[in-house]
């Protein structure tokens, strides 16, 4: 099935159980229930994060930040109900049009989680050139394919690729995330340097995406960033260590399941619910409370 027809067909049924009152019903589950919605967007279109922001307030949910997930694992706060943390992960350059704005606007607390390298370097993002070479011809391999590389052959074929195809900048500038991160309704957190599949890579390459990541960041907005989110959603042990090794707090991994107290007590391994940007925001809400009967498997859509 076309993506845009299985998306209208997807946006239809959402539409349809949110007037049956289904989904209010299971939003109030959520509510009653001992659970946090933790929620993971990249680069919506302002239009999808407004509607969703609007969504979840009108029903009930209140937003806290991920400081105050770290105060309700520390014990310093009650488990609350009906809350909702979201977080941003990569750094996209239209977050500053998309989500700043609405966030201040709407008084909700964000935590944007940055790769440092491509915001220095002003390139596009690591799978950018990859999708880029696939529609050009110049390669058949997927982003998928890549991910299954140990990391020192993903780079060299990336940078041999790079050298085929100009990007202009895709992430933030290095001003704009130290702007964002005087806002009071944000906190930036760091999301590794390169974006690689932390599990692929060397010890030594792994100690330095997380290490020199945090130095980075703390050096550019002159704060303690002590919060992390797995690129791709991929860790292992050594990468805990790693976090805990250099003075992070918690860390959040791709896993589509509520937070709850027994989650909570990991909390180097955070779950998150990746928002599909691609779809309707219709179709996510049914999702993110627990309704969606179809699965967005075939969807053309990379999140790394
Ligand atoms: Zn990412």
């Known amino acids: 099935m076309k993506t845009s027809v299985r998306n209208n067909l997807g946006k239809l049924l959402a539409k349809t159980l949110i007037k049956s009152g289904v989904v209010k019903r299971a939003a109030q589950r959520v509510q009653r229930g001992e659970y946090i919605l933790s929620l ?17 307030s009108k029903n009930g949910f209140h937003f806290i930040s991920v400081c105050e997930i770290e105060r309700i694992i520390n014990k310093e706060k009650a488990f609350p109900n009906g809350a909702v943390v979201i977080t941003i992960d990569d750094g996209w350059q239209s977050n500053l049009d998309n989500i700043v704005p609405v966030a201040v606007q709407n008084e909700v ?15 596009g993002y690591w799978w950018s050139y990859i999708m880029e070479a696939r529609k050009m011809g110049l390669s058949k391999e997927s982003v998928e394919f890549f991910k299954t590389l140990d990391n020192e052959d993903r780079i060299k074929i990336i940078e041999e690729t790079k050298s085929k195809i100009q ?9 704009q995330v130290r702007e964002i991160s005087k806002n009071k309704y944000f906190a930036i957190g760091s999301h ?110 990379v999140y790394p």
């Open 167 to 175: 990007i202009k900048r895709e992430a933030l500038t290095i001003d």
């Open 40 to 56: 993971c967007f990249h680069a919506p279109s302002k239009a999808f994060f407004e509607s969703c922001i609007d969504w979840l």
């Open 109 to 123: 607390p964000v935590a944007i989680f940055v790769s440092t390298e491509v915001v220095e370097k002003g390139s």
């Open 192 to 301: 590794s340097v390169s974006h690689p599949i932390l599990p692929r890579c060397s010890n030594t390459e792994s100690k330095y995406e997380i290490e020199h990541s945090k130095e980075i960041i703390e050096e550019w907005i002159g704060k303690d960033v002590k919060h992390f989110a797995f690129p791709n959603g991929d860790y292992s042990n050594r990468e805990i260590s790693f976090l805990k090794r250099f003075g992070y707090t918690l860390a959040f991994s791709t896993e589509q399941k509520y937070l709850t107290k027994e989650k909570l007590a990991h909390r180097y391994c955070l779950p998150r619910f990746m928002m599909v940007e691609g779809a309707s925001f219709e179709e996510n809400i049914c999702r993110i409370v627990g309704v969606w009967p179809l699965k967005p498997k075939k969807r053309k859509i």
